[in-house]
């Protein structure tokens, strides 16, 4: 058992979405008040089980809205499962929205310390490592602009830059070289193939098919929350564009 990091059993999460039509924040509050406000449960995942081992890389597969990033946030313990359970064992460094953990009024500079505090780093460790997460970033030019003036592939670059400069047990990246443009791409999956050969386990998300066979070995296909498939990437990502034809 020491050899699995993450080990979901059973795991269902569930959403409250309002069921009547609320045309504003002034009705729904009035409706609240009088008690009126109906709530609708939703099922983001049904009965998820799920099992990964250290240094394995899984690609999760599926459409917008299957449940792929619900997914990520239970396993990162972003939100709690309403049934089953989750376990990890091991350091999670999470990519999982761009610019989660960044504040949009501060600098580069200043963003750095704080998101490299959120993932539990020292003050004296994002000291010593600043200059490598800015060069791998490629925003030497940048560090006294405000957060809010980036773009999103600049954010997409501090994020990971800050997220893989220390080896996680397990790396979690969600769409995050989307918004890349193909130089900075090919650097992040040169690093993410360096932490797997490190002993890092990885779990992605990505729209590409082919960026999920060139770093993953399995996968798992998500639809409308349910597993519908999971094991060799080339088997499951078949079966998954099989939808399509």
């Keep these: 058992m020491h050899d699995i990091v993450v080990n979901v059993k059973n795991a269902s999460v569930c959403f409250n979405k309002a069921s009547g039509n609320i045309s504003g924040l002034k009705e729904y509050v009035i409706k609240l008040l009088k008690r009126e406000l109906m709530f609708q449960e939703f099922f983001a995942l049904k009965d998820i089980n799920f099992q990964v081992k250290r240094g394995e890389a899984w690609g ?25 359970s989750v376990e990890i064992n091991g ?14 009024e501060l600098t580069a500079r200043e963003n750095v310390f704080l998101n490299g505090a959120l993932l539990g780093h020292s003050k004296k460790f994002i000291e010593e490592n600043f200059q490598q997460i800015v060069d791998f970033a490629e925003l030497n030019d940048f560090l006294d602009v405000p957060i809010k003036n980036f773009s999103s ?9 800050i997220a893989t400069v220390t080896k996680p047990d397990i790396l979690i990246v969600d769409e995050v070289l989307a918004v890349g443009d193909y130089a ?62």
């Design 153 to 161: 592939g600049m954010s997409a670059r501090l994020g990971f830059a």
């Design 60 to 84: 999760l597969i599926g459409t917008n809205g299957s449940g792929k990033s619900t997914l990520l946030k239970l396993i990162s313990g972003i939100i709690d499962p309403y049934t089953g």
């Design 184 to 245: 900075f791409q090919q650097k992040c999956k040169a690093r993410m193939e360096e932490l797997l050969s490190g002993g890092t386990t990885l779990l992605f998300v990505s729209h590409s098919i082919e960026q999920v066979k060139e770093l993953c070995q399995s996968a798992i296909w998500i639809d409308k929350g349910i597993v519908k498939a999971q094991g060799d990437v080339n088997s499951v990502s078949q079966q998954y564009m099989s939808t399509f034809n």
């Design 91 to 104: 350091s999670i460094s999470p990519l999982i929205e761009l610019g989660a953990g960044f504040d949009p």
